[in-house]
């Protein structure tokens, strides 16, 4: 068992859970591991009860793994696994931000809902919210030699807390934030048992405020995206946790720069926006360099480290949707089973014209290898990796840091079966190929349809039907399919590898009804 993310169907735009668990609060302690080893015999209809006691309290989401090995009659191993969750209450608190950047003096909004674990909205559920603001507090304290040390502790101060209950629809409670920083909308909805599951969702108010954020060792900090995923025309909202203010260098990377501009940051809680053109698909990388002079000289020479020059670089990837590249293919053979020797047709249908790939394959197969189907989209308009690296010597220059001889920044957002016995007065089966079809040149008409033909191998098993796609507008498509070769009846015999002379012996025969006539 493992603690895992739920999230009800149905209810997409709502967060579930907890998802920061580093605070002391959620530092938790759950059972892990196996908690069951059972020995059984199936019954006359090949099934035999399991029981799995599950941790009397379970605070986050469980899921479980139940798997079973099963000999058959000839000694032969199968194997399968199941998954369970094991849910902390009756129903999941769900919460929604619609805009998580909001200025000073403007109304929160914020959504909540109570659904079972199939989706289902229930009434009447008592659910407590508190709005929280979170603070860093810088602590210095001194170090090895002369040098300070400063660390930062993550403080939440309690704003409003309101208690509701559920309805059959989502409903909505405001907040009036009065001053800038960091918030969180954290629930608890408690269930008729008492039980209970918690939920938390963040936001920013943006503002003039002296409050700073963490700024590690390296001096990197986070451009925060509004949304998660842009399209061409849009214009990208970041939001600049910047550990002071200063002039800044906005860059927009991947492979190269792509653009560059200088602008003001003025607090720790500033907004840039990026204009998202064609050219960015399938994600780019916007980068900040700030730099601040000295800030004066100090009375002790032990408090100098704090009043040096300081530079940072600030990151965040910005995602551009391409699914206008994708294309849709649709393999369909013409049966879900046939048997040995018979012809299979499979009707192709795409989108658009295109060239496709074509190959079926024994299932058993790919599973030995662990093989998936290549999705061409995915290969192609995936998110591509940062080939820019900031260096730069000014930590020689401003002695920022006496162990970082050359400040380099990196790669900032580095996230980034078959055979058996013959029928009797059948010829024996012969044909076990593996791949039995293969065509890297099937054209689909100016419709994007297409069809290949190929005779069924003798191997009793699964083929799977894996189609790949291109043309010539660099959209990429794929689909799957699956054609089983069977028998009606199929005899397994099971004898001992070695007799001797006058030896008796059992010869145990799985018979098998395949479902076909």
Known sequence: SEEASFFPPGQEGFSFGVADRDLPEERVDVAEGVHVTERARTDDQGQSPFR???????????????????????????????????????????????????????RIRTGFVAADP?????????????????????????????????TWRRVREEVDEQVLVSGDQPLDVEWLPTRPGAYVVAGVLTDREGRQARSEVRFYVT????????????????????????????????????????????????????????????????????PVTEDMRPNVFVS??????RLGFPKKAEADTLYRPRLAVGYGRLLVDASERRMDVKATPDAEQVRPGEEVTVALQASEPANLVVQVVDQAVLD???????????????????????????????????????????????????????????????DFRDV?????????????????????????????????????ADRFGSAEARVRVAQPLIVLPSAPRIVGRGDTFELALDVRGQGLT
């Open 118 to 150: 199939k989706g289902t909205l229930v009434f009447g559920r008592k659910i407590q919210l508190a709005l929280l603001r979170e603070v860093w507090v810088k602590e210095v304290e001194k170090g090895a030699g002369r040098a300070l040390d400063v």
């Open 52 to 106: 799995v006691t599950l941790p009397a309290r379970v605070v986050r989401p469980l899921r479980v793994t139940v798997e079973a090995d099963v000999l058959d009659l000839s000694g032969q191993s199968v194997s399968d696994a199941t998954t369970v969750w094991a849910h902390p209450a009756a129903e999941y608190l769900g919460l929604k931000i619609d805009d998580p950047f909001q200025a000073v003096g403007e």
């Open 207 to 274: 503002g003039g405020t002296k409050e700073g954020w963490p700024a590690g060792d390296d001096d990197v900090f986070e451009l925060r995206a509004e949304r998660p995923v842009y399209k061409p025309g849009e214009s990208a909202r970041f939001l600049v946790q910047a550990p002071f203010s200063g002039p800044a260098l906005l860059t927009v990377e991947r492979e190269r720069v792509l653009s560059e501009r200088t602008i003001e940051i003025e607090g720790p809680l500033s907004l840039i926006d990026i």
């Open 436 to 472: 039995a079809f293969f065509s890297a040149g099937v054209v689909t008409d100016e419709s994007g349809a297409a069809s290949v033909r190929f005779t069924a191998p003798d191997s009793l098993t699964e083929f799977a039907i894996i189609v790949t796609g291109m043309n010539d």
């Open 368 to 430: 030995l290898t662990g093989y998936q189907a290549p999705d061409l989209h995915a290969r192609f308009w995936g998110p591509e990796p940062l080939s820019v690296e900031t260096f730069g010597t000014w930590a020689r220059v401003l002695a920022q840091r006496a162990e970082s001889k050359g400040a380099s920044f990196g790669a900032k957002a580095d996230d980034v079966g078959g055979g058996g016995s013959g029928d009797g007065g059948e010829a024996l089966r012969g």
């Open 288 to 293: 900040l360099t700030m730099a601040r002079g």
